[in-house]
């Protein structure tokens, strides 16, 4: 299991058969990118995983570099035949989503 963290973020990676999920909490912006890009693109690079799950339940906020970041995550995963699903949004995330037409582009499940 891979885990990164600073002052206001924090990443850990699990893997579950043909799944890899990024698990992030606490605070979702600009100041994650380093760590966001370093933890996704292991996910990229395992050709046995074809699903990255992004799981929010536990961001309190994010701005608008963070939803560039799964963007980015996004194009660069179709590049290489996965699917991205952003999982566990709250009721902040989730709207959030739904006012930028999130919904429409991602794949969006709820916790099993």
Avoid: C, P
């Amino acid at each position: 299991m891979y885990t990164a963290s600073s002052e206001s973020f924090q990443i850990n990676i699990t893997r579950n058969n043909n799944i890899g999920t990024l698990h992030l909490s606490s605070w979702f912006g600009f100041h994650a990118h380093k760590q966001f890009k370093e933890a996704y693109s292991q996910l990229l690079n395992e050709n046995i995983l074809k699903f990255i799950e992004v799981d929010l339940s536990k961001i309190e906020h994010l701005d608008s570099s963070a939803l560039g970041m799964l963007l980015l995550l996004r194009e660069r995963a179709i590049a290489v035949g996965k699917t991205v699903q952003l999982v566990g949004l709250s009721n902040y995330t989730g709207r959030v989503f739904q006012l930028t037409n999130f919904e429409t582009i991602f794949e969006i499940r709820t916790l099993h």
